[in-house]
């Protein structure tokens, strides 16, 4: 049981560490205006119709490998529900995806690509670590 959170707890703050880590080489490739507020939709609006399609294949990159790399970690660190520790950790990195795409409007096409994205990494990740093994229901 404290492995399996351990390994939950683990790979969200994989997951989160690695959006933070392509977000900064999204804002030192592509920087924002000094001061925007991106807890303000209408500010930063006019920042996002500025941007182009590289920086938005960032923000996409960044919650796909988080979702990837965070449920791997999870998967391969779980040992009694290694499926459980990545459908947590994969639905926490979508959860926190939806949040920022409602928090900050962003475009329609990157939003379900993201979402897709999400899904289909974290899935595969999931089966690249537990493969077909069945899961241990015993502690």
């Not at 392509?22 to 119709?49: C, K, Q, W």
């Not at 960044?62 to 459980?84: D, E, H, K, N, Q």
């Not at 939003?111 to 493969?131: K, P």
């Amino acid at each position: 049981m404290i492995r399996n959170t351990a390994a939950i707890v683990g790979g969200i703050v994989i997951a989160f560490l690695t959006v933070m880590l392509v977000d900064m080489l999204n804002h030192t490739i592509f920087p924002p205006p000094s001061g925007l507020d991106f807890s303000n939709p209408e500010a930063t609006r006019p920042y996002l119709d500025t941007l182009p399609v590289g920086a938005f294949l960032l923000i996409m990159a960044s919650s796909v490998v988080a979702a990837f790399v965070g449920t791997l970690a999870a998967s391969y660190a779980g040992t009694i529900r290694p499926r459980s520790c990545a459908i947590i950790v994969g639905g926490m990195v979508f959860a926190a995806t939806v949040a920022n795409f409602i928090a900050i409007p962003h475009p329609m096409w990157l939003t379900i690509a993201t979402l897709l994205g999400i899904v289909v990494s974290a899935w595969l990740a999931m089966w690249i670590a537990t493969g077909s093994t069945a899961e241990v229901t015993s502690d």
